[in-house]
């Protein structure tokens, strides 16, 4: 009588897979939290129009740049310099509302400034063309 080995190969396959899938996982994360971490640095040091070429097309066409440059510089002064900032959580998702289906990823950190013991910073990025780019910042 002959043995299937079939189990043995969808044991195999799946543990050939498994891998590939958290390492995709490992490198989008790490691509994404450098883009943010970038995007906040620019902000950090006051450089909104820089920030503002990193935002994604969707996010330009949605809010002119005097627009975007005036909420961004109306928040910072007030807050003061950044203190400390650490990463809370990263979260994917296909979907955003009043946004077009595709690539998300909303990242949050736990932010001191130096007018502001404790605030959760919010950036949800999105995937356009391949590349990684900033679509919402959410200060509260």
Known sequence: ?????????????????????????????????????NFLAMLDDGEYELAWSQTSLV????????????????????IGYLIDRSLKTISQHTAWTALPDGDYVRISYVTQFLNKASCLETIVLVREGGVWSVSGYFLR
């Open 1 to 37: 009588m002959r043995r299937s080995n079939l189990p043995a190969t969808l044991v195999l396959l799946a543990l050939l897979l498994f891998p590939i899938q958290s390492l995709s996982a490992e490198v989008i994360d790490s691509t994404v939290q450098v883009t943010a971490e």
């Open 59 to 78: 996010n330009q066409s949605y809010l002119g740049t005097p627009e975007w440059f005036n909420k961004a510089r109306a928040a910072r002064p007030y």
